[in-house]
């Protein structure tokens, strides 16, 4: 509790500090894009007075186009099933359907909610928090405007970051399973997607605070994964153990539903990094590669860990050390050669697996599917070593001019950020959902299961 409480102040401080900033936009303009001039323009008049050449009007491509919505599709394979599958998996038998519908509902609620006001105040305006209104309900979009990316439409751009928000919110659940009352999830989804996962996507890949100080993440270490764990963390403290945790057998009803999901989730994130290059490239395809890799190497590093503590390889450890794989590489994928992959990847294996086991016994909170064992701490893990391996003496694409030293602070200073922003939006969250409507179940409704309880239903016959 007391590292809790640490992480609470530290977020606001963080938070408070940029408070008087929130309706600040930012005013500096981005220099101009360097055009090198026709040779008969060069001869006519000396290169420093040479016009700058017009800027490529944006032009569908129907190979990016296609790949976009391809990689849209793969990320809500990631969600429904995927994440649903390997939640569902980890849960007691009596609460399955629970956590499938808390996934499949959030996924439903929170594309409507990025769609009417989301998407407008994450990539439009240029505040250093949030954009504007200037896309509410997607005002002067049409199926030949263009977003961020100049090579798809935009309504294409705009589903593809709505997977991101959608499957971001559906991973705190694995927090608090089998004990919150669904309309408190669906309360909480509300509030904390509005007032953290929104800021977020528009301080980090908006125009926001932390890309202009040159924070480096391609996929979302920071925007999804770091404050999706978080904010799970955070909710395991505020509602509590589960009745019985620590005495009573918790272990999961169907390892294989959990592999059949983490196999949907390994398949389904090549949309989610490889997609994120916005285009079909050789960007896309660097990771891609990485994706495979940095996984495989984790399911390893876990496993072989796994077996030297236990003596014994489990399915769960194969499955989690996916997942941390996953996670690790998501804010690199772009920015790092496949050998540092590799490397990111052994390393998130060892260190999720201690995360899910002696920091957690630290933390003493009642996590319930290792959302921040697995999620923040490989998340925090591979945002800090995308400092390092995006060097191009290590394989990395970035210029001859990167400094890890100072690379490495600007993406320690962005984990920060990001852990106080939500560290504090959440506990308020969670605050106002327990007031207004209460967050837990009952006793009685607890050890009966939420399927049940709190959907009538059961998700095997018995």
């Given at each position: 509790?007391?590292?809790?409480?640490?992480?609470?102040?530290?977020?606001?401080?963080?938070?408070?500090?940029?408070?008087?900033?929130?309706?600040?936009?930012?005013?500096?303009?981005?220099?101009?894009?360097?055009?090198?001039?026709?040779?008969?323009?060069?001869?006519?008049?000396?290169?420093?007075?040479?016009?700058?050449?017009?800027?490529?009007?944006?032009?569908?491509?129907?190979?990016?186009?296609?790949?976009?919505?391809?990689?849209?599709?793969?990320?809500?394979?990631?969600?429904?099933?995927?994440?649903?599958?390997?939640?569902?998996?980890?849960?007691?038998?009596?609460?399955?359907?629970?956590?499938?519908?808390?996934?499949?509902?959030?996924?439903?609620?929170?594309?409507?909610?990025?769609?009417?006001?989301?998407?407008?105040?994450?990539?439009?305006?240029?505040?250093?928090?949030?954009?504007?209104?200037?896309?509410?309900?997607?005002?002067?979009?049409?199926?030949?405007?263009?977003?961020?990316?100049?090579?798809?439409?935009?309504?294409?751009?705009?589903?593809?970051?709505?997977?991101?928000?959608?499957?971001?919110?559906?991973?705190?659940?694995?927090?608090?399973?089998?004990?919150?009352?669904?309309?408190?999830?669906?309360?909480?989804?509300?509030?904390?997607?509005?007032?953290?996962?929104?800021?977020?996507?528009?301080?980090?890949?908006?125009?926001?605070?932390?890309?202009?100080?040159?924070?480096?993440?391609?996929?979302?270490?920071?925007?999804?994964?770091?404050?999706?764990?978080?904010?799970?963390?955070?909710?395991?403290?505020?509602?509590?153990?589960?009745?019985?945790y620590g005495k009573e057998s918790m272990a999961p009803h169907s390892l294989t539903l959990t592999m059949v999901g983490a196999s949907l989730l390994w398949v389904g994130w090549f949309g989610f990094n490889a997609g994120s290059a916005g285009a079909a490239n050789g960007g896309a395809g660097l990771a891609f590669i990485n994706t495979v890799?940095?996984?495989?190497?984790?399911?390893?590093?876990?496993?072989?860990?796994?077996?030297?503590?236990?003596?014994?390889?489990?399915?769960?450890?194969?499955?989690?050390?996916?997942?941390?794989?996953?996670?690790?590489?998501?804010?690199?994928?772009?920015?790092?050669?496949?050998?540092?992959?590799?490397?990111?990847?052994?390393?998130?294996?060892?260190?999720?697996?201690?995360?899910?086991?002696?920091?957690?016994?630290?933390?003493?909170?009642?996590?319930?599917?290792?959302?921040?064992?697995?999620?923040?701490?490989?998340?925090?893990?591979?945002?800090?070593?995308?400092?390092?391996?995006?060097?191009?003496?290590?394989?990395?694409?970035?210029?001859?001019?990167?400094?890890?030293?100072?690379?490495?602070?600007?993406?320690?200073?962005?984990?920060?950020?990001?852990?106080?922003?939500?560290?504090?939006?959440?506990?308020?969250?969670?605050?106002?959902?327990?007031?207004?409507?209460?967050?837990?179940?009952?006793?009685?409704?607890?050890?009966?299961?939420?399927?049940?309880?709190?959907?009538?239903?059961?998700?095997?016959?018995?």
């Amino acid at each position: 509790m007391k590292k809790f409480l640490a992480t609470l102040m530290l977020g606001l401080g963080l938070a408070f500090g940029g408070l008087n900033a929130v309706a600040q936009t930012a005013t500096e303009t981005a220099p101009a894009a360097e055009a090198a001039a026709p040779a008969a323009a060069a001869e006519a008049a000396p290169a420093a007075e040479a016009p700058a050449a017009a800027e490529e009007a944006p032009k569908v491509d129907s190979g990016d186009t296609a790949w976009m919505l391809t990689s849209t599709l793969l990320v809500i394979l990631m969600t429904i099933p995927g994440l649903a599958l390997f939640y569902g998996g980890l849960t007691r038998s009596k609460n399955m359907l629970s956590v499938l519908m808390q996934v499949f509902v959030i996924f439903s609620l929170i594309s409507l909610l990025w769609s009417i006001y989301g998407y407008s105040l994450a990539f439009s305006g240029e505040g250093k928090f949030f954009g504007d209104f200037s896309k509410l309900f997607l005002s002067g979009v049409t199926p030949d405007t263009f977003g961020a990316l100049s090579t798809i439409p935009e309504y294409v751009f705009i589903s593809f970051q709505g997977t991101f928000a959608a499957i971001t919110v559906a991973l705190i659940v694995g927090s608090f399973a089998e004990r919150i009352k669904f309309s408190a999830v669906l309360l909480f989804a509300v509030l904390w997607f509005t007032f953290s996962y929104v800021p977020m996507a528009h301080i980090v890949w908006g125009g926001g605070l932390l890309a202009k100080d040159g924070a480096l993440d391609f996929a979302g270490g920071t925007v999804v994964h770091i404050n999706a764990g978080i904010a799970g963390l955070v909710g395991a403290y505020v509602l509590g153990k589960r009745i019985g945790y620590g005495k009573e057998s918790m272990a999961p009803h169907s390892l294989t539903l959990t592999m059949v999901g983490a196999s949907l989730l390994w398949v389904g994130w090549f949309g989610f990094n490889a997609g994120s290059a916005g285009a079909a490239n050789g960007g896309a395809g660097l990771a891609f590669i990485n994706t495979v890799l940095a996984t495989a190497a984790a399911t390893l590093s876990w496993i072989a860990a796994e077996g030297l503590i236990k003596g014994k390889a489990s399915m769960l450890g194969a499955a989690s050390g996916a997942v941390a794989g996953l996670v690790a590489i998501t804010p690199a994928a772009g920015f790092v050669g496949p050998m540092g992959s590799i490397v990111m990847g052994l390393l998130a294996g060892v260190i999720c697996l201690w995360g899910v086991t002696g920091l957690k016994s630290m933390l003493k909170a009642d996590d319930s599917f290792d959302v921040f064992g697995v999620h923040g701490v490989g998340g925090i893990l591979g945002a800090i070593l995308t400092g390092v391996f995006a060097a191009p003496g290590l394989g990395g694409t970035m210029g001859d001019d990167f400094a890890i030293g100072a690379q490495v602070w600007i993406q320690v200073k962005s984990v920060l950020f990001t852990i106080g922003w939500s560290a504090v939006v959440a506990f308020i969250a969670y605050k106002i959902a327990d007031l207004t409507i209460g967050l837990r179940v009952t006793e009685e409704q607890e050890r009966e299961g939420l399927d049940i309880s709190s959907h009538g239903e059961t998700a095997y016959n018995r």
